[in-house]
């Protein structure tokens, strides 16, 4: 067989190719069919309103539009880093991320495994409960009960919950919403409460997938509950558990509007405003209308979140545990 012929049964039948091409689209097309819907939403809603990324590099004209707005490459960008509002609510973004990171993160992995070791099933039902409720309040009505339970006493009533319960003890009343130092940790302690049922919903459902055979096998060996815990529910919820970790982190330079947006004020604004009431101010709430200004932001902060997520991702993949992709 000569070099020519050999190179020519190499080369791949492109219409056996094409006929198994469309053979599978009609063997399968039901799928398609089911999955084109959701693909159309994202594609006009999700990616369709990107166009508007270059407003981040154009000095923006409302009556030439967003196409025709005279192009001004990185200045938006300088006038960012040169603004000190905007580092004030980048810093207050970030240690605030960090703290959900540490206690909210860590609080929902521990209160998922102590509701599995809840025995009594009325009990941990009734305690289930408790924790998802929060979950399926708006932030506006959240923030609301944060508010009444926190309330300063005034000349005609008490105060919250919490201040009656301070002046009880023999203490001094706390105008908790309006204290800077105390802020950040109304916030963190609020989101613990409204969102922790949502990550146990999946941290249980990751243990339910655990063979019960290894909890029998390891009791047969003598290992007690702590011990089957460590070994056994907690190795085998790590991939949830990393899995969230790496969601969370994607959001480190972004924050919850809704949530800060409702319980901040004035008197706070030098830790607890973040980068999106701040954007907000300065595009649509206040009277402001830097789009650029806000665009450039939003690119910059979300691009710096999908770089943590690719270079978590590629840690997560060096222990041994699958990623995000």
Request: overall charge positive; hydrophobic content about 55%.
């Given at each position: 067989?000569?070099?020519?012929?050999?190179?020519a049964v190499r080369q791949p039948d492109l219409r056996k190719q094409k006929t198994g091409f469309v053979a599978y689209i009609r063997k399968y097309w039901f799928l398609y069919m089911l999955v084109l819907p959701g693909f159309v939403f994202m594609a006009v809603f999700d990616y369709g309103p990107m166009y508007g990324i270059q407003l981040a590099f154009k000095k923006y004209s409302p009556k030439a539009g967003?196409?025709?707005s005279q192009w001004i490459g990185l200045d938006n960008f300088r006038r960012m880093v040169g603004d000190p509002s905007f580092i004030r609510a980048f810093k207050n973004t970030i240690i605030i991320n960090i703290y959900h990171?540490?206690?909210?993160?860590?609080?929902?992995?521990f209160l998922a495994l102590m509701l599995n070791e809840l025995k009594l099933r009325k009990y941990k039902s009734v305690m289930q409960t408790c924790v998802y409720l929060p979950y399926f309040l708006s932030w506006v009505i959240f923030s609301g009960l944060v508010q009444v339970f926190l309330e300063s006493p005034g000349t005609a009533d008490s105060g919250g919950l919490v201040n009656q319960l301070i002046a009880m003890a023999g203490g001094e009343p706390i105008d908790f919403l309006k204290r800077p130092e105390l802020f950040r940790g109304i916030l963190v302690i609020s989101n613990i409460i409204k969102s922790s049922g949502y990550s146990t919903i999946v941290y249980l459902a990751a243990i339910a997938g655990i063979d019960p055979a290894l909890y029998e096998s390891a009791a047969i060996d003598g290992a007690n509950r702590r011990d089957a815990l460590i070994h056994i529910t907690f190795p085998r919820i790590l991939p949830s558990v990393?899995?969230?970790?790496?969601l969370q982190l994607s959001g480190l330079f972004l924050s919850n509007f809704d949530q800060v947006y409702n319980l901040y004020n004035n008197y706070v604004l030098s830790t607890g405003d973040v980068l999106s009431t701040y954007i907000y101010r300065i595009s649509l709430g206040g009277g402001g209308t830097d789009f650029e200004l806000?665009?450039?932001?939003?690119?910059?902060?979300n691009v710096m979140g999908l770089i943590v997520v690719g270079i978590?991702?590629?840690?997560?993949?060096?222990?041994?545990?699958?990623?995000i992709f």
């Open positions: 067989m000569t070099v020519r012929q050999a190179g967003v196409w025709a990171l540490i206690f909210g993160f860590s609080f929902n992995v990393v899995i969230m970790l790496i806000s665009t450039a932001m939003n690119l910059i902060m978590t991702n590629r840690y997560v993949s060096r222990l041994d545990v699958q990623g």
